[in-house]
T-cell receptor, first 107, second 113 residues
Framework: AQRVTQPEKLLSVFKGAPVELKCNYSYSGSPELFWYVQYSRQRLQLLLRHISRESIKGFTADLNKGETSFHLKKPFAQEEDSAMYYC?????????FGAGTRLFVKA | NAGVTQTPKFQVLKTGQSMTLQCAQDMNHEYMSWYRQDPGMGLRLIHYSVGAGITDQGEVPNGYNVSRSTTEDFPLRLLSAAPSQTSVYFCASIKAGSTDTQYFGPGTRLTVL
């Protein structure tokens, strides 16, 4: 079965502190993994995908197949990073999302 | 390209009423999906389609119907609305075989009283 788990509903950090948003997945095949971000009352937008191994807005995420994880990291959080973050897994025709983590960056 | 469009943006229904949420895309994407977004539960897949005439159930299909008569349109029907269907609904599309992201519509905020 396809499953995405984001264990933290809320993560609160101070500006300049490192941040890690956790994502674990369950999938029997080779998954495609994504991180999406949703700013207040806006539509979801792609932040990054594991396939491209890119860094967007200072965020990176590494796929760890052994631990079935795809954690999102940023070394120095900024106030504008405050948003909802969703981890997503695409397997076959379907894309399944985690429950999301709300990141709150305090000044 | 307009991308993925959804109408209406907001809707208030009474319990038992029916309505259709519209979704259209002009990117010739084969795959289209409907999600509902609820606090603490993230986005849950309702129904999806891999092409005209082909639909399948997602994680939470009960109470919703879909059809896909054209590549462009993927309407979501609520036959008898219930308060539990109060949510924000997002439509998304992607080209078959693409490693690209899904493209999301702006959402429809539905309240069932």
């Amino acid at each position: 079965a396809q499953r995405v788990t984001q264990p933290e509903k809320l993560l609160s950090v101070f500006k300049g502190a490192p941040v890690e948003l956790k994502c674990n997945y369950s999938y029997s095949g080779s998954p495609e993994l994504f991180w999406y971000v949703q700013y207040s009352r806006q539509r979801l937008q792609l932040l990054l995908r594991h396939i491209s191994r890119e860094s967007i807005k200072g965020f990176t995420a590494d796929l760890n197949k052994g631990e079935t994880s795809f954690h999102l990291k940023k070394p120095f959080a900024q106030e504008e990073d405050s948003a909802m973050y969703y981890c997503a897994l695409r397997g076959g025709f379907k894309t399944i999302f985690g429950a999301g983590t709300r990141l709150f960056v305090k000044a | 390209n307009a991308g993925v469009t959804q109408t209406p943006k907001f809707q208030v229904l009474k319990t038992g009423q029916s309505m259709t949420l519209q979704c259209a895309q002009d990117m010739n994407h084969e795959y289209m999906s409907w999600y509902r977004q609820d606090p603490g539960m993230g986005l849950r897949l309702i129904h999806y389609s891999v092409g005209a005439g082909i639909t399948d159930q997602g994680e939470v299909p009960n109470g919703y119907n879909v059809s896909r008569s054209t590549t462009e349109d993927f309407p979501l029907r609520l036959l008898s609305a219930a308060p539990s269907q109060t949510s924000v609904y997002f439509c998304a599309s992607i080209k078959a075989g693409s490693t690209d992201t899904q493209y999301f519509g702006p959402g429809t905020r539905l309240t069932v009283l």
